[in-house]
């Protein structure tokens, strides 16, 4: 039961907290499967998108007993995080006004082995051209590192790059990883691409995030709905729409996503099939 379905959570657009719900009730199908027992930090607006919101990690009252948690480890204590295993699960995040579930690389129990590592683009000035050259440089440094590679819109303004890996290295060494490969493809095209995580300190240059593979770190949610007007969704996509260009980073929205999953399906479907073993990835980032 969804309370209060009729409150307005995206102003501009009339989207209500009801129709929300509807929309995670219709893409639980394809969305589960790729955040199922990860812990989630919730991102709610209880007033809607015009007003601030808050950031909630930890459940530690007021939720259902049936409800599933995990209890991770931080500085001085410990982190009850939701997790979500089923359709109800998730509509729970959205009865609690939570527009963006942000989701671990890794799955409970096992939360210090990632079985994916994120690399997320993150431009400095809207430039779609340059935005699709850099994801396609990563992609093809994935390959030659023997890493095929999965995309998805952010909802925001860039893409990321998903690499579906066999859950058998630490976090600190995927991490680790995922920073090299990003500094080699920085090194390759230093004019358009940075490391530099302040923006005072970037240009006009895009940064290769790859902060997402840090202990507790966490990126928006596959077929998440992003809190911005719109309702853009963090929607997976193929590298052929983004090599003919007919995908941007909000071009999915709340309204259009469920259509586009009952016509093409969930393009990432295939991605369990394909999880790598990071040893010889590593051993050849070495030698670039």
Not at 250 to 274: A, E, H, I, L, Y
Request: with cysteine; hydrophobic share 40%; proline share 8%.
């Amino acid at each position: 039961m969804i309370s209060h379905p009729d409150k307005v959570l995206f102003p501009d657009d009339g989207i209500t907290k009801g129709q929300l719900a509807l929309y995670y009730e219709a893409i639980a199908p394809a969305m589960i499967p790729h955040i199922r027992n990860r812990p989630v930090t919730m991102e709610r607006f209880p007033q809607g998108i015009g007003r601030k919101g808050f950031i909630q990690k930890d459940v530690s009252k007021g939720f259902p007993e049936w409800l599933k948690r995990v209890e991770v480890p931080k500085k001085g204590g410990v982190v009850h995080h939701p997790l979500v295993t089923d359709t109800r699960s998730l509509l729970w995040l959205a009865n609690q006004n939570c527009i963006t579930p942000h989701v671990w690389t890794s799955r409970a129990p096992d939360i210090y082995h990632p079985d994916i590592c994120v690399f997320d683009l993150d431009p400095s000035k809207d430039d779609v051209k340059t935005l699709r050259f850099a994801a396609l440089a990563l992609r093809d440094l994935l390959d030659e590192l023997g890493l095929p590679s999965w995309i998805k819109t952010s909802g925001s303004k860039g893409f990321h790059i998903v690499v579906p890996l066999d859950g058998k290295t630490g976090t600190a060494d995927v991490e680790a990883f995922a920073h090299g490969v990003g500094t080699a493809l920085v090194r390759r095209h230093p004019d358009v691409l940075t490391q530099e995580f302040y923006k005072s300190d970037r240009g006009t240059r895009i940064l290769v995030d790859t902060g997402r593979n840090g202990y507790s770190a966490t990126f928006a949610a596959v077929y998440a709905v992003r809190a911005k007007p719109g309702a853009p969704v963090s929607a997976p996509c193929t590298w052929e729409e983004i090599e003919s260009g007919d995908v941007h980073p909000q071009s999915f929205t709340m309204r259009n996503m469920p259509d586009r999953v009952d016509t093409v399906g969930d393009v990432w479907k295939d991605m369990p099939k394909r999880k790598r073993s990071l040893t010889r990835a590593i051993a050849g980032l070495k030698k670039m």
